[in-house]
């Protein structure tokens, strides 16, 4: 067991002799027990205790005188003391153990003890051998009765990793078969078992715990092979920076796995060469001098070492990882200016320039609150004309002009500005007097245009002031005053073309009389602009705007309204409410007076006006009935104006007809128009007949076209072949066909052969010179019954009638007139000498028939 631990140790300590007699044979006292005055004896043992030290005492009881009684224990790191051991008892060798003993009692039968707790068993790793190195031997008292045969079972015996212990079957001997490796496995749990040839078994399984001792064969290991880690610059020595941790697979309760930190190197050594230390045991890295400077430096590499037995180099293995510690910044250098002075220059009226560029210097890191530059104006421009931005690249401040400067006011600006950075200084850190510096702005006169002082200017006036009449004097104002310059004026925008300026003083005059009534008026104002421009190089000009508010007068007679309406001609029905606009306004417009003329005396006769109130008034009928018919009646309206308007206006009424709802009838709204009873009878009439005409006309348009149709039905489709006739163009026969005699083709200079022929010999495609007959009159408006007898009066005329169609029908070729000086014509070859086919003919009806058996049978024929 090894020291320093502490456990509580169970002892079991068997009959190690027994009493026997000077011969050595045992002998049997059945009034006595032999044995120990326990069966279990406990020790509480200390960590710290010390070889040599007695732990407890044992008892034993041997029936007879205590001498010659030996005691064995079988753990070799405990021994019994030397006390009454002259028995003369075999000893078991040290490295083999009985955990199946037996004790025999006074009857000379053996009772067996509960099994003994064997202790582990220390097997160092890394061995070199040689292999298979024994461990114990395990053997059971009964092996002296019977064959025993020993065997182990377990993780490392039957089980993986398999075969790295074995045993002797016979002799119990147990044996490691190779090096064993803590960090793979730190302890093995195996049971021995014990049978008989026969497989029988002779004891209870006995546990056996095998320990590999560690040996120190791993070095640390960093979890990290770099750390990064920062402090501030200026931290105080103590100040935590980082930890760094390594791990040894070594048993870290024995020095083997131990592990103690130490800063082997750092680099730079400045401002000196242990500005930081490790704690040994946690790895925890701190500040241990003052000193640190990110200006100066801003970044260390520590090499850290870790070595295991406790940081012992001579017998410990080591390890090392480097540490990059950055120094970070902090804001405790304040921006200084490059100058004291700065200078720049402006025109007048222009913003967003930027006017001078300010240089600042600070050493602390760049594009970081520490570093970035914040600008203030601290004095010489109580009005805002400037503000200075920040140049994020350069951290220049940028010196701008956001409101007009004005030459005329103020020709130069003394600015005093200050600059700090955007986080605070850090504690004890005072700002620079560098911090501040002046700016010297100048501004250049530029030519300005001239501005009218009063723009959109308002006068009120009333209109209708005669053309010519001075209205004002609108001049404009020239702001360059450091110049000698003239202002000339001219008109912009006059959309009625009313008004004139004087071009060297402004003035301005009417050109026509203002009317307040005009469509150029807007809410009574009428606007006009007019420019103002300088001699300046580049000339500079200026608008202003004049708003002329027109003042009504009365110029607008009142005009009646409506102009038409419509009453009945009797009284009391229905009146004409009438009323006045007047294109003025208040006062120069109602309340209206309406009256009616004097003259002609018909018109009060006939008709009166009854006032509503001031606006309104209502005509009506005097007398009770007029004429329907349409009348111009006259009526003066005058308005309230001083001195008032009036106007004689004319309403067309229209007199008509009325029903019970007091509405003009149709014929009252005719007879309105101005029409008499004879007229509108004269106009029904007309309009009756027409519409009659046009249903005639539309019933004899039917009936032609079904006779149309009915005539196409009487004609056979085969025997019509007029879609078959073709006219050809005649050509003739050129210089050869001019000899003949045209005179031979013509007819008879008389036609008396025709008159003095006889009956029947005649030429029936003439017609024939007779009187015609008498065909009977069609009505002009036919009535059915009639048709009938009509058509048959027809026929009868018809087929009495020589001269009626078709004469043409039946041709007799008897006559070639008076006589002819040309040959026959028979013997003409009628066959074609050709090879053209002419079976098209007997497509052309029965007219063609002959044709088409002559020319077109082929060689049938």
């Given at each position: 067991?090894?020291?320093?631990?502490?456990?509580?140790?169970?002892?079991?300590?068997?009959?190690?002799?027994?009493?026997?007699?000077?011969?050595?044979?045992?002998?049997?006292?059945?009034?006595?027990?032999?044995?120990?005055?326990?069966?279990?004896?406990?020790?509480?043992?200390?960590?710290?205790?010390?070889?040599?030290?007695?732990?407890?005492?044992?008892?034993?009881?041997?029936?007879?005188?205590?001498?010659?009684?030996?005691?064995?224990?079988?753990?070799?790191?405990?021994?019994?003391?030397?006390?009454?051991?002259?028995?003369?008892?075999?000893?078991?060798?040290?490295?083999?153990?009985?955990?199946?003993?037996?004790?025999?009692?006074?009857?000379?039968?053996?009772?067996?003890?509960?099994?003994?707790?064997?202790?582990?068993?220390?097997?160092?790793?890394?061995?070199?051998?040689?292999?298979?190195?024994?461990?114990?031997?395990?053997?059971?008292?009964?092996?002296?009765?019977?064959?025993?045969?020993?065997?182990?079972?377990?993780?490392?015996?039957?089980?993986?990793?398999?075969?790295?212990?074995?045993?002797?079957?016979?002799?119990?001997?147990?044996?490691?078969?190779?090096?064993?490796?803590?960090?793979?496995?730190?302890?093995?749990?195996?049971?021995?078992?014990?049978?008989?040839?026969?497989?029988?078994?002779?004891?209870?399984?006995?546990?056996?715990?095998?320990?590999?001792?560690?040996?120190?064969?791993?070095?640390?290991?960093?979890?990290?092979?770099?750390?990064?880690?920062?402090?501030?610059?200026?931290?105080?020595?103590?100040?935590?920076?980082?930890?760094?941790?390594?791990?040894?697979?070594?048993?870290?309760?024995?020095?083997?796995?131990?592990?103690?930190?130490?800063?082997?190197?750092?680099?730079?050594?400045?401002?000196?060469?242990?500005?930081?230390?490790?704690?040994?045991?946690?790895?925890?890295?701190?500040?241990?001098?003052?000193?640190?400077?990110?200006?100066?430096?801003?970044?260390?590499?520590?090499?850290?070492?870790?070595?295991?037995?406790?940081?012992?180099?001579?017998?410990?293995?080591?390890?090392?990882?480097?540490?990059?510690?950055?120094?970070?910044?902090?804001?405790?250098?304040?921006?200084?200016?490059?100058?004291?002075?700065?200078?720049?220059?402006?025109?007048?009226?222009?913003?967003?320039?930027?006017?001078?560029?300010?240089?600042?210097?600070?050493?602390?890191?760049?594009?970081?609150?520490?570093?970035?530059?914040?600008?203030?104006?601290?004095?010489?421009?109580?009005?805002?004309?400037?503000?200075?931005?920040?140049?994020?690249?350069?951290?220049?401040?940028?010196?701008?002009?956001?409101?007009?400067?004005?030459?005329?006011?103020?020709?130069?600006?003394?600015?005093?500005?200050?600059?700090?950075?955007?986080?605070?200084?850090?504690?004890?850190?005072?700002?620079?007097?560098?911090?501040?510096?002046?700016?010297?702005?100048?501004?250049?006169?530029?030519?300005?245009p001239p501005y009218f002082p009063t723009n959109h200017k308002l006068i009120r006036l009333e209109e209708g002031v005669?053309?010519?009449?001075?209205?004002?004097?609108?001049?404009?104002?020239?702001?360059?005053?450091?110049?000698?310059?003239?202002?000339?004026?001219?008109?912009?925008?006059?959309?009625?073309?009313?008004?004139?300026?004087?071009?060297?003083?402004?003035?301005?005059?009417?050109?026509?009389?203002?009317?307040?009534?005009?469509?150029?008026?807007?809410?009574?104002?009428?606007?006009?602009?007019?420019?103002?421009?300088?001699?300046?190089?580049?000339?500079?000009?200026?608008?202003?705007?004049?708003?002329?508010?027109?003042?009504?007068?009365?110029?607008?007679?009142?005009?009646?309204?409506?102009?038409?309406?419509?009453?009945?001609?009797?009284?009391?029905?229905?009146?004409?409410?009438?009323?006045?606009?007047?294109?003025?306004?208040?006062?120069?417009?109602?309340?209206?007076?309406?009256?009616?003329?004097?003259?002609?005396?018909?018109?009060?006769?006939?008709?009166?006006?009854?006032?509503?109130?001031?606006?309104?008034?209502?005509?009506?009928?005097?007398?009770?009935?007029?004429?329907?018919?349409?009348?111009?009646?006259?009526?003066?309206?005058?308005?309230?104006?001083?001195?008032?308007?009036?106007?004689?206006?004319?309403?067309?009424?229209?007199?008509?007809?009325?029903?019970?709802?007091?509405?003009?009838?149709?014929?009252?709204?005719?007879?309105?128009?101005?029409?008499?009873?004879?007229?509108?009878?004269?106009?029904?009439?007309?309009?009756?007949?027409?519409?009659?005409?046009?249903?005639?006309?539309?019933?004899?348009?039917?009936?032609?076209?079904?006779?149309?149709?009915?005539?196409?039905?009487?004609?056979?489709?085969?025997?019509?072949?007029?879609?078959?006739?073709?006219?050809?163009?005649?050509?003739?026969?050129?210089?050869?066909?001019?000899?003949?005699?045209?005179?031979?083709?013509?007819?008879?200079?008389?036609?008396?052969?025709?008159?003095?022929?006889?009956?029947?010999?005649?030429?029936?495609?003439?017609?024939?010179?007779?009187?015609?007959?008498?065909?009977?009159?069609?009505?002009?408006?036919?009535?059915?019954?009639?048709?009938?007898?009509?058509?048959?009066?027809?026929?009868?005329?018809?087929?009495?009638?020589?001269?009626?169609?078709?004469?043409?029908?039946?041709?007799?070729?008897?006559?070639?007139?008076?006589?002819?000086?040309?040959?026959?014509?028979?013997?003409?070859?009628?066959?074609?000498?050709?090879?053209?086919?002419?079976?098209?003919?007997?497509?052309?009806?029965?007219?063609?028939?002959?044709?088409?058996?002559?020319?077109?049978?082929g060689e049938d024929d």
């Open positions: 067991m090894p020291l320093g631990s502490r456990m509580l140790l169970l002892l079991f300590f068997c009959c190690g002799g027994s009493a026997r007699a000077p011969n050595g044979d045992l002998t049997v006292r059945p009034t006595c027990k032999p044995g120990f005055s326990e069966d279990d004896y406990t020790a509480l043992v200390s960590q710290n205790i010390m070889e040599g030290q007695k732990l407890l005492k044992v008892k034993f009881s041997g029936c007879s005188e205590s001498k010659g009684i030996q005691y064995e224990t079988d753990n070799l790191d405990f021994k019994k003391g030397k006390k009454n051991t002259s028995a003369d008892l075999l000893q078991q060798p040290s490295d083999t153990l009985l955990p199946w003993r037996h004790q025999q009692n006074s009857h000379g039968l053996r009772r067996q003890k509960r099994d003994w707790v064997i202790p582990p068993i220390n097997v160092p790793e890394n061995s070199r051998g040689p292999f298979p190195q024994q461990l114990v031997r395990i053997r059971s008292d009964k092996d002296s009765e019977i064959h025993i045969r020993y065997s182990i079972t377990g993780v490392g015996a039957d089980q993986p990793p398999m075969e790295v212990f074995n045993i002797d079957p016979v002799s119990g001997r147990m044996y490691v078969t190779r090096p064993m490796d803590r960090e793979e496995r730190a302890s093995y749990h195996l049971r021995a078992h014990a049978v008989d040839m026969n497989g029988n078994k002779v004891e209870n399984p006995i546990d056996l715990y095998i320990y590999v001792i560690d040996m120190n064969d791993n070095r640390p290991e960093f979890i990290n092979q770099v750390y990064n880690g920062s402090v501030d610059e200026g931290s105080k020595p103590g100040t935590y920076v980082m930890t760094v941790t390594a791990n040894d697979a070594d048993d870290v309760t024995t020095a083997n796995g131990m592990v103690r930190y130490r800063i082997v190197t750092q680099t730079p050594q400045s401002p000196s060469q242990n500005m930081f230390t490790i704690n040994s045991e946690t790895g925890d890295i701190v500040t241990v001098a003052a000193g640190l400077d990110r200006e100066k430096v801003q970044q260390y590499t520590v090499i850290v070492q870790a070595t295991d037995m406790e940081g012992n180099l001579n017998y410990g293995l080591s390890n090392t990882a480097t540490a990059i510690i950055m120094v970070t910044d902090v804001n405790d250098n304040p921006p200084e200016f490059t100058a004291s002075t700065y200078s720049g220059e402006v025109p007048e009226n222009r913003v967003e320039v930027v006017v001078a560029n300010l240089t600042v210097m600070d050493r602390d890191q760049p594009h970081s609150p520490n570093w970035n530059a914040v600008y203030r104006i601290i004095s010489g421009d109580p009005s805002g004309h400037f503000t200075i931005r920040t140049d994020p690249v350069t951290n220049e401040g940028l010196v701008t002009v956001v409101r007009e400067v004005d030459y005329e006011m103020n020709r130069a600006f003394m600015l005093t500005v200050m600059v700090s950075n955007q986080a605070p200084l850090a504690s004890g850190i005072q700002m620079s007097f560098q911090s501040t510096a002046g700016v010297t702005i100048s501004v250049t006169d530029v030519n300005e005669p053309t010519g009449t001075a209205l004002m004097t609108f001049s404009a104002v020239d702001p360059d005053r450091f110049m000698q310059q003239a202002v000339r004026y001219s008109k912009l925008s006059d959309p009625a073309n009313w008004l004139n300026i004087n071009a060297t003083n402004g003035q301005i005059t009417t050109a026509a009389i203002l009317d307040r009534e005009s469509a150029y008026i807007k809410n009574n104002v009428y606007e006009a602009t007019f420019l103002a421009v300088d001699n300046g190089i580049p000339p500079a000009s200026g608008t202003g705007t004049l708003q002329i508010y027109l003042i009504d007068i009365n110029d607008n007679a009142p005009e009646l309204q409506p102009k038409e309406a419509q009453i009945c001609e009797k009284p009391n029905l229905n009146v004409i409410n009438i009323t006045a606009a007047d294109a003025d306004i208040d006062p120069n417009i109602g309340p209206f007076v309406f009256e009616l003329p004097s003259v002609p005396s018909a018109i009060r006769k006939n008709w009166t006006i009854t006032r509503l109130n001031g606006d309104y008034a209502q005509l009506s009928l005097r007398i009770m009935y007029l004429e329907a018919g349409v009348y111009d009646v006259p009526v003066i309206v005058t308005d309230s104006g001083n001195p008032p308007l009036y106007n004689t206006s004319v309403i067309k009424v229209k007199v008509c007809p009325c029903d019970e709802n007091g509405d003009c009838t149709t014929v009252g709204a005719v007879a309105a128009a101005g029409l008499g009873t004879g007229a509108i009878i004269a106009i029904l009439i007309c309009i009756i007949i027409l519409l009659t005409m046009v249903l005639l006309f539309v019933v004899w348009m039917k009936r032609r076209e079904k006779e149309r149709h009915t005539k196409q039905l009487l004609i056979d489709p085969e025997d019509d072949v007029r879609d078959n006739i073709l006219k050809y163009d005649e050509e003739g026969g050129g210089e050869e066909d001019q000899d003949y005699d045209l005179s031979q083709l013509q007819q008879p200079e008389s036609m008396d052969h025709v008159l003095n022929k006889a009956n029947g010999v005649r030429r029936v495609d003439e017609r024939p010179v007779v009187a015609e007959p008498q065909y009977p009159i069609r009505p002009v408006i036919p009535h059915p019954g009639d048709i009938g007898d009509f058509i048959n009066e027809g026929l009868r005329a018809a087929d009495n009638d020589p001269t009626a169609p078709p004469y043409d029908s039946l041709l007799v070729f008897d006559y070639e007139g008076s006589g002819s000086t040309a040959g026959s014509v028979s013997s003409l070859n009628s066959s074609s000498s050709g090879d053209q086919d002419y079976d098209y003919l007997n497509d052309w009806g029965p007219r063609f028939k002959k044709l088409a058996d002559m020319y077109g049978g």
